[in-house]
């Protein structure tokens, strides 16, 4: 079965510093991998998806995600946080059948960004 | 993007007592919804996958007769915690593909989550 590691429970970033975040997968093929940011109240936003191609991928709000299968991992990374950029970051991984069948998705445990001006 | 909506987002309730949340979309249609669970500094656990007009798949380990999911329409799925206890306080978070065109994009739209606390 498919899993999903946040090693980091909590980051603090200094607004302007650079960020990034780890996630490491399990998951024997290749798997289609996402990450989504949660602000306090709200629901879950995609930030970005990798399901093939270029391993770089580019997503919203200047996030972007290396998917390096030799390591099992997605980081996600900022150059310059913002302040509006504190709140909590999921990883999670989707098989082919997850997606035939239904987008079920794994998350990972969650790292909460705190950025300090 | 699309706009799934929870509704209550917070809600307390005596032991004993059922309580629904309801998860709509508000600008799309989705034959689809799913229910997550977020226990405090843990991940999301899908609990179900809800079908419009079936019944919904629950995932291992899920009471389905605690937990009672109604598809009823395309843009509405409800989540029913039946005798509700305190270990059922939790955050449940619903989430809804938007299924225009014939290509699953893969994005999954989440609502904002309600948060059941049972006294």
């Known amino acids: 079965a498919q899993s999903v590691t946040q090693p980091d429970i909590h980051i603090t970033v200094s607004e302007g510093a650079s960020l990034e975040l780890r996630c490491n997968y399990s998951?024997?093929?290749?798997?289609?991998l996402f990450w989504y940011v949660q602000s306090p109240g709200q629901g879950l936003q995609l930030l970005l998806k990798y399901f093939s191609g270029d391993t770089l991928v580019q997503g919203i709000k200047g996030f972007e995600a290396e998917f390096k299968r030799s390591q099992s991992s997605f980081n996600l990374r900022k150059p310059s946080v913002h302040w509006s950029d504190a709140a909590e970051y999921f990883c999670a991984v989707a098989t082919n059948r997850n997606m035939e069948y239904g987008n079920k998705l794994v998350f990972g445990a969650g790292t909460i960004l705190r950025v300090k001006s | 993007g699309a706009v799934v909506s929870q509704h209550p987002s917070w809600v307390i309730c005596k032991s004993g007592t059922s309580v629904k949340i309801e998860c709509r979309s508000l600008d799309f249609q989705a034959t689809t919804m799913f229910w997550y669970r977020q226990f405090p500094k843990q991940s999301l656990m899908l609990m179900a996958t809800s079908n419009e007009g079936s019944k919904a798949t629950y995932e291992q380990g899920v009471e389905k007769d605690k937990f009672l999911i109604n598809h009823a329409s395309l843009t509405l799925s409800t989540l029913t915690v039946t005798s509700a206890h305190p270990e059922d306080s939790s955050f449940y978070i619903c989430?809804?593909?938007?299924?225009?065109?014939?290509?699953?994009?893969?994005?999954?739209?989440f609502g904002e989550g309600s948060r059941l606390t049972v006294l």
């Open positions: 998951y024997g093929a290749t798997p289609y």
């Open positions: 989430s809804a593909r938007d299924l225009r065109g014939l290509v699953n994009t893969g994005e999954l739209f």
